[in-house]
């Protein structure tokens, strides 16, 4: 096995896979949410596996575990099946011996009834986060901070701050 993909890995294991099972076991979370952790692809359900997918085809590397958030309950039984499904996904570039990460995020939006695609970072600083420096907090962090939005603009009527 290739150094890269023993420290992806490593960071699976050690970071990121606690961090997703600490908060699936959050009773915050569980409150408002059905929480699964996807370690292997498919998902158990056909909605998350298919926000899965196309989350993995617009950021188009190479994806690990997920954490998918389903709202409890439905807040529009009209709306299409992926609204109120918040999915995050760590992936990976590999270059050598050498790994990085950072997340992505997608869900369905009202205000165009399309599904949004975000690729963000795991610290703004620094564009190709080594896995090995990556830690707990940061996972949970943007967690939070991304499911803060999704919770604040999903079923907004109106675009996003920053949405042209």
């Known amino acids: ?11 699976e294991d050690s970071v990121l896979l606690p961090a997703l099972q600490e908060l699936s076991e ?4 569980g409150r408002d949410f059905d929480i699964e952790v996807v370690v292997t692809r498919p998902a158990k359900n056909a ?10 085809g617009a950021l188009r590397r ?6 998918v958030l389903t709202e409890r309950p439905r807040k529009d039984p009209a709306a299409p099946a992926v609204a ?7 992936f ?28 963000h970072r795991y610290d703004n600083a620094i564009a190709r986060h080594p896995v ?4 707990r907090p940061h996972v949970l ?14 079923w907004s009527q109106t675009p996003f701050p920053g949405y042209r």
């Open 141 to 154: 962090n943007h967690v939070l901070n991304s499911l803060t939005f999704f919770k604040l603009y999903a």
């Open 26 to 29: 959050s009773p915050a979370l």
């Open 84 to 90: 109120g499904i918040y999915v995050m996904t760590p």
């Open 62 to 67: 190479r994806a690990g575990p997920s954490l």
């Open 1 to 11: 096995m290739p150094i890269a993909d023993d420290k992806v890995r490593v960071f």
């Open 92 to 119: 990976y570039e590999l270059s050598g011996d050498e790994a990085s990460a950072s997340p992505g995020v997608m869900f369905w939006m009202r205000f165009n009834n399309k599904l949004h695609a975000f690729a």
């Open 47 to 56: 909605v998350s596996e298919e926000l899965l997918a196309n989350l993995e």
């Open 132 to 135: 090995s420096q990556i830690t």
